[in-house]
Every structure is written in C-alpha cells, then in structure tokens.
C-alpha cells in the first residue's frame, strides 16, 4: 500500500513540476524568487493534483502539507541557485522526494479506484518521468558540452531532438517491461544508420561523440526506469 501511495505523490509531482510549470513561470521565479505570484500558483497546482489523483476529498490536510512545504523548498531552491543550477535542481527533487516519503507515514488511507491497481501508477509514473521530466535532466547533464557543439540554426528541426529523445525512451521502457529486448538493439542501430552516418561525413568528432554520450545515456535512463518498475511489480 506503501507503494501506491508514493506513487500517487510521485506522479503528481512530475506532472506538476514538468508538466503544468510553462517556461515563462520558471524564468518570473528566477527573478522574483519569493515575490512571484507563480511560486504560490506552482504550489496550488500540487495541491490540486494530489486531490484529483487519489479523488478524496478528505485528504486535503496532506495536500495542503505538500503543497506549502513544495512551496519553501522552492523558494530556498530560488535563493541559492545562483552559480550552480544542477546542483541545487537535485538537491530540490530530492528535497521534494524526501517530502513524499515523509507524508506517506504521515498522512491517509487513500479511497481505491474501481478496477485501477498499483501497477497501473507505477507504471504510468514511470513513462511519465522518461518524458519531460527525463528530458529536463539529461539537458542539464549534457550542458557541460554545449559550448563545444554550437549548432547552426537550421541544422535541424526545432525540438526535434528533445521528441526523438522522448520517443526513444518511451519505447525502450515498453520494450524492457514487454520482454521484448531485441526492439532495443534495433533502435540503437536504427538511430547509429541515420544519425552517425551525417555526421562522419561532416567529420564532426565532437558532435558525435556528444550525441552518442546523449544516446547512451537516453538509453540508460529508459532501461533503469524499466527495471525499477519490473522489481516493484
């Protein structure tokens, strides 16, 4: 029950955090840090996630909890963020992950969903967090080499890069949990023909060693998310 519960909570807060916050909300929380009205919205948006999701509306106590205690973590997060945004971004999850576990034990005996079973937020959780959420942190790993590999404008489509990503890692975590593995060699030697092939013949060492680096990881990511969900189910 442990279990559905965190999940429950986990997946409310990828939604809300990578979902619902547009781009323009985390740029006004940068600047204005406490004095942005998008800091109290992000939280309310929590709070609300967490009551649609387990549908009870007697649990508001522990939504109000989360919600006000994501709201200080975001607003120390702000603070201090200044010279090293990685650290604080893994800091704040695992500050925001820590709450999770913490209201679990607190808090609830949540109200069942008819014919919906823990494996079905586990595994929604899971597929969820290689989207956006996945996405968001490979992009801040890589960013060490982004000076190194300027691209033209109209190199490629704009975000194409960041779907192919998603797309990958989507079908990678299927094919994990279906026990079909051979669907991920297919797709590493797919992405090797159409993605290595253009850029040998521009002889761009950097470049491919960035996109490998990105692939494996990408890669990576997908199987790691895919077994964790195999060993909780």
């Keep these: 029950m442990e279990i559905e519960l965190f999940t429950k909570l986990l997946l409310a807060h990828l939604i809300g955090d990578?979902?619902?916050?547009?781009?323009?909300?985390?740029?006004?929380?940068?600047?204005?840090?406490?004095?942005?009205?998008?800091?109290?919205?992000?939280?309310?948006?929590?709070?609300?996630?967490i009551m649609l999701i387990f549908l009870d509306t007697s649990l508001w106590k522990a939504a109000l909890f989360i919600a006000i205690i994501h709201f200080l973590i975001d607003g120390i997060k702000l603070t201090f963020q200044k010279s090293r945004p990685l650290f604080w971004?893994?800091?704040?999850?695992?500050a925001h992950i820590a709450v999770l576990f913490w209201a679990v034990h607190l808090f609830w005996e949540?109200?069942?969903?008819?014919?919906?079973?823990?494996?079905?937020?586990?595994?929604?959780?899971?597929?969820?967090?290689?989207?956006?959420?996945?996405?968001?942190?490979?992009?801040?790993?890589?960013?060490?080499?982004n000076d190194e590999v300027l691209l033209k404008e109209n190199s490629s489509l704009p975000g194409a890069g960041l779907y192919i990503g998603i797309l990958e890692r989507v079908l990678v975590f299927v094919s994990v949990l279906t026990g079909y593995l051979q669907v991920v060699g297919f797709l590493i030697a797919a992405k090797s023909v159409f993605r290595f092939s253009d850029l040998t013949r521009e002889k761009d060492r950097k470049l491919t060693e960035y996109i490998i680096v990105g692939?494996?990881?990408?890669?990576?990511?997908?199987?790691?998310?895919?077994?964790l969900v195999k060993k909780i189910l």
Excluded: C, E
């Design 110 to 145: 949540p109200l069942a969903i008819p014919g919906v079973t823990v494996h079905f937020w586990v595994v929604i959780t899971g597929l969820l967090f290689l989207t956006f959420p996945a996405a968001f942190i490979m992009q801040n790993v890589l960013s060490i080499w």
């Design 215 to 227: 692939t494996l990881l990408s890669f990576l990511l997908a199987i790691a998310v895919a077994l």
């Design 18 to 49: 990578f979902f619902l916050q547009p781009r323009t909300w985390v740029v006004n929380k940068s600047v204005n840090k406490w004095k942005s009205p998008y800091l109290a919205v992000h939280s309310a948006i929590h709070f609300f996630l």
């Design 89 to 94: 971004f893994i800091a704040d999850q695992i």
